[in-house]
């Protein structure tokens, strides 16, 4: 069952915030996440069709995304992103040690954190934007969780 133009706008106004905060936590550049953001909305539109489930929409989305995201990355590998986030984005991170804390987990473990506490996606929909187990997920975030709270601890 395909999603009409009208259904995938309203889906987008529902998700657009969220779906930001990923793109930014991957881009870590507003201008770069902004971008992402919107190929990827752009991709999901002309792709709406081929989503069977409409009920994983968001899921679907956040995939669409956060492959756009590392596509943007590998294309700009050799630019040299701004380290500094505008102020506004601040809310984002909770403070410079978390954000730092952040930086220092590897790549499967900040995925895991980015789309669970930013994104306020589900076990269960992390496990399928990821494409890995829930269990590992579960894993990875009490891992996560873990080194971040000894790093702030320092």
């Not at 990827?40 to 995939?63: C, D, Q, V």
């Not at 499967?108 to 997920?137: H, M, N």
């Amino acid at each position: 069952m395909a999603i009409h133009k009208e259904d995938y706008v309203l889906q987008i106004e529902n998700y657009k915030k969220g779906l930001y905060r990923i793109a930014y936590s991957y881009m870590n550049d507003q201008t770069l996440a902004m971008d992402a953001l919107d190929e990827a909305i752009y991709k999901g539109y002309l792709n709406r069709k081929k989503l069977k489930n409409p009920e994983l929409f968001k899921t679907w989305l956040t995939r669409i995304l956060i492959n756009e995201c590392l596509q943007i990355l590998r294309k700009n590998k050799h630019e040299i992103l701004t380290e500094q986030p505008p102020e506004e984005t601040s809310e984002f991170f909770d403070g410079l040690p978390l954000k730092e804390a952040l930086r220092k987990l590897s790549e499967d473990l900040s995925k895991i954190i980015y789309l669970r506490y930013y994104g306020g996606y589900t076990l269960a929909e992390t496990s399928v934007i990821l494409e890995i187990p829930q269990g590992t997920v579960a894993t990875r975030e009490r891992r996560a969780l873990t080194l971040l709270r000894l790093e702030l601890e320092e």
